[in-house]
């Protein structure tokens, strides 16, 4: 068998024994501007089986999903690297929501929020939109509400980036 084919099929079987397929963990160097042609997702996200599930998703629609494990290190890839969308765990037990999400929502380079909530009520989501937020997604995660949801929050970024007071802002042009 051809070399290179060889590698692509034995990296990519144990990609998916391991259930990582796109997803990494940010590392504070990393390029996102580097990954152009792709939807950029930052997931602070504590559920392994929700990990799971978005590093599949990730792959399924060819986006960079890469985990994080502190509200600062979300802020950080928010404020340097400009990613458009980030899922944020509402049952972490540091920090608060409220204030996490504000933060993001209000940086130099405003990213899409969406929270994941075990209780996504109407209450919950005039909070998050109040607050700067995108949306809200209910547990148990649903795939295809998943992917709607961040093609609508990137296609709401990239609409956003257009506009005048938003153009010199944009770190990665990133589509679908």
């Given amino acids: 068998m051809w070399e290179p084919l060889r590698l692509f099929f034995s990296n990519v079987s144990t990609l998916a024994r391991r259930g990582e397929s796109h997803a990494t963990k940010l590392s504070p160097g990393a390029d996102v501007g580097a990954q152009a042609a792709q939807v950029t ?5 504590a559920d392994h089986n929700d990990r799971r599930l978005l590093a599949n998703l990730s792959f399924d629609n060819g986006w960079i999903m890469h985990f ?3 509200s ?4 950080a890839a928010s404020a ?3 990613v458009p969308v980030i899922l944020y765990d509402r ?3 540091s920090g608060d929501w409220r204030d996490i999400v504000s933060l993001l929502a209000s940086s130099s380079c405003p990213t899409c929020v969406i929270l ?3 209780v996504a009520d109407d209450h919950l989501w005039e909070e998050v939109i109040r607050r700067g937020g995108y949306e809200v997604l209910s547990k148990p995660l649903r795939p295809e509400e998943v992917v709607r949801m961040i093609k609508l929050a990137w296609s709401f970024w990239n609409s956003m980036m257009k506009m005048p007071a938003y153009a010199g802002k944009r770190s990665a042009s990133n589509s679908l």
């Fill in 91 to 93: 049952d972490l037990p």
């Fill in 68 to 70: 994080v494990d502190s």
């Fill in 41 to 45: 997702v930052v997931g602070l996200v």
């Fill in 72 to 75: 600062a290190e979300a802020q």
């Fill in 80 to 82: 340097k690297l400009g």
């Fill in 116 to 118: 994941i909530s075990r």
